[in-house]
């Protein structure tokens, strides 16, 4: 049995809404990082399901490329966060004021 494309389209689409939701209502720099995750799980799924409804490699290439960038991405935000976890002892993007020491 063959899901068809659509399916995967839909499920990308309630993924990348979920991860738009969790970025916009979260506090949290943790759980914004997650989201973004998520949006870019959400589109390497989307880009995948055309690459196989399309027999090509492309969006397979482009996953791998995506996946590479989220992998760094995620290196230098949990960096960055645990350096300002540091200094400001705490995680919330709300108490979290650069331009004011």
Do not use: P
């Given at each position: 049995m063959i899901v068809p494309t659509s399916y995967y389209l839909l499920l990308g689409?309630?993924?990348?809404?979920?991860?738009?939701?969790g970025v916009?209502?979260?506090?949290?720099?943790?759980?914004?990082?997650?989201?973004?995750?998520?949006?870019?799980?959400?589109?390497?799924?989307?880009f995948i399901a055309f690459s196989r409804h399309l027999n090509l490699l492309d969006g397979q290439i482009f996953v791998?490329?995506?996946?590479?960038?989220?992998?760094a991405e995620v290196a230098v935000g949990l960096a960055l966060i645990v350096a300002l976890?540091?200094?400001?002892?705490?995680?919330?993007?709300?108490?979290i004021n650069l331009m004011k020491w």
């Open positions: 689409g309630i993924l990348f809404v979920i991860g738009v939701v916009l209502s979260r506090r949290d720099a943790i759980v914004i990082l997650m989201s973004i995750e998520l949006m870019l799980n959400a589109v390497n799924l989307t791998f490329f995506v996946m590479v960038v989220a992998a976890f540091r200094t400001r002892e705490s995680v919330y993007v709300d108490e």
